[in-house]
């Protein structure tokens, strides 16, 4: 799978980056409306590794952008984009992030925490939910990406306020990849490291989020206000965490992201 592609003409001075991990192109809807003014990068992230990650990210900037470039990550990919502005400044001009969680809290969220919008199911969705996380981590399962997307699709229903009819835009499901990003994103929090890297980021950051969203807000505006010299918070509201799906909050969500940019 190539790892980016562009929406719009050239120069490309935005870059959209999914999150997950492992479920490139659901961003689709994103750049595709930013694209009718400006041109736009869709990286993707094929690598086993954060640090890997963060590489491949700012090769695909230079290597396809127009550098310094503002960059829009989304759940996953706002660390992702959050790490690789703090390691690589000279690429990043802004810092969008929208959906993020207080991944970056002196206390992150522990490894074996159950999930917040597991409260969202229905019986038969828990059910379901806990059966696709058995054959996850079941030898036997032979598709396990398979397994990840339907995964993503009760998480992704569970996220949302309410939904605007939408098609799956993920071009693969890749579980092995959340899998280790997983892992060693645990490890990252438990050590606060990304509490010291975002003290090296140097351009502004504005965090967007929906008042749905099952990521503490109040967690998520404390932890970057204290880390972040210049740093802007914004609440949608009626928005889970998918901004761009919401039927009450789209149009605001994109009304405010190209205020940003």
Known sequence: MKNYRVWGKPPYIVAVVHGGPGVPGYMAPVARELAKTMGVL???????????????LANVIRE??????TLIGHSWGAALSYLTAAKYP?????????????????????????????ERFSESERADFFGIVNNLWDDKTEDKNAEFGKLCYLIEK????????????????????????GQELNN??????????????????????????????????????????????????????????????????????????
């Open 90 to 118: 000279e690429l990043v001009k802004k810092l969008i992030l929208i959906g993020t969680s207080p991944i970056i809290a002196k206390k992150g969220p522990r490894p074996d925490a159950i999930p917040a919008y597991i």
């Open 64 to 69: 396809q952008a127009a550098p310094p470039v």
């Open 188 to 261: 990252m929090i438990e050590s606060e490291t990304l509490i010291e890297a975002g003290k090296k980021i140097k351009c502004p950051v504005t965090v967007i989020q929906g008042d749905y969203d099952t990521n503490s807000t109040a967690e998520v505006k404390e932890a970057l206000s204290l880390i972040v010299k210049d740093f802007k918070f914004v609440l949608l509201e009626k928005c889970g965490h998918y901004p761009w799906l919401e039927k009450f909050a789209r149009d605001e969500f994109f009304r405010i992201l190209k205020s940003v940019i």
């Open 42 to 56: 869709e990286p993707f992230q094929t690598q086993y590794t954060i640090d890997g990650q963060a590489s491949e």
């Open 158 to 181: 569970a996220e949302t306020y309410e939904a605007l009819p939408a098609k799956d835009e993920v071009i693969e499901y890749q579980f092995g990849i959340n899998k280790s990003i």
